[in-house]
């Protein structure tokens, strides 16, 4: 089977291989670093979602002794 001169030019090369190694090890090094960065972004997330529920309850401890303050002043 014959190819015409098209398809011969459309043949991947060598240097057209590495190229796409290189191309694709790149993306990879790329994509690591993006998601050690969003593992980063979701830890920041859940220690404030932590520090937040921390607030509501000393909140909730500051209202409770607001209210037997304001009963014995009445």
């Known amino acids: 089977m014959t190819i015409t001169p098209?398809?011969?030019n459309k043949l991947a090369t060598r240097e057209d291989?590495?190229?796409?190694k290189k191309d694709?090890?790149?993306i990879k090094s790329d994509v690591k670093q993006m998601l050690s960065t969003l593992d980063g972004v979701a830890k920041s997330f859940k220690d404030h979602e932590i520090e937040h529920i921390s607030n509501i309850a000393a909140h909730d401890r500051?209202?409770?002794?607001?209210n037997i303050l304001e009963k014995i002043k009445i």
């Open 6 to 8: 098209e398809q011969f």
């Open 17 to 20: 291989q590495d190229a796409l």
């Open 24 to 26: 694709v090890e790149e």
């Open 62 to 66: 500051f209202e409770e002794r607001i």
